[in-house]
């Protein structure tokens, strides 16, 4: 089991620069999620998607967001454009189930910085 | 919707001593409780969890205790080492997962 896989590791860019990020989901789990963690709000939930589908985006702070599933097997998060409160390390989870009482799984986040 | 709280936000122990660590949830829906360590450069990793059926649960120097009446569960190191210096959450679920907002634990050598 690969657990969570997520890229790039680490993302610096301008502020207005389009920025994507991925992620890869363990085998099976059939939930996925995005959150953003920062020191002055903790861990936010931003999206999760069950059987491919968006089921809750109302973490998603702005139309700058979008997220995408287009198979099981992999998510992408967009910003465009960028700004430099967006800066913070992005994590993606997953789940073996209907997105509720059962352990979430991790990745090891995208650090971005936007300057 | 489900606030939890936790404390304390630090925690500075001696190697060898016990950890607590105290959440309180609001919704009493919730059933399922999870604890996660995030070490540096890491995401958060699942540790220990409990669901609403159960007062207890033990793995080795990790317990976690649940209080359904009061609304709030802990977290419990016994015997600590370094390697457990790191940032533990709580979470608390029904339907949706929210995070406490973290505890940083030191264990000084």
């Known amino acids: 089991d690969a657990g969570v896989i997520q890229s790039p590791r680490h993302e610096v860019t301008e502020m207005g620069q389009e920025v994507t990020l991925r992620c890869k989901p363990i085998?099976?789990?059939?939930?996925l999620f995005w959150y953003r963690q920062t020191m002055m709000r903790g861990l936010e939930l931003l999206i999760y998607f069950n059987n491919n589908v968006p089921i809750d985006d109302s973490g998603m702070p702005e139309d700058r967001f979008s997220a995408k599933m287009p198979n099981a097997s992999f998510s992408t998060l967009k910003i465009q454009p960028s700004e430099p409160r967006d800066s913070a390390v992005y994590f993606c989870a997953s789940e073996q189930g209907d997105g509720s009482n059962q352990p979430q799984h991790f990745g090891d986040g995208t650090r971005l910085s936007i300057l | 919707g489900e606030n939890v709280e936790q404390h304390p936000s630090t925690l500075s122990v001696q190697e060898g001593d016990s950890a607590v660590i105290k959440c309180t949830y609001s919704?009493?829906?919730?059933?399922?409780f999870p604890w996660y360590k995030q070490e540096l450069g890491k995401g958060p990793q699942l540790i220990i969890d409990i669901r609403s059926n159960v007062g207890e649960k033990k793995d080795q120097r990790i317990a976690v205790t649940l209080n359904k009446t009061a609304k709030h569960f802990s977290l419990h190191i016994t015997e600590t080492q370094p390697e457990d210096s790191a940032v533990y959450f709580c979470a608390a679920i029904n339907n949706d997962m929210r995070f406490g907002a973290g505890t940083r634990l030191t264990v000084k050598p």
């Open positions: 919704d009493s829906a919730s059933n399922y």
């Open positions: 085998s099976g789990h059939n939930s």
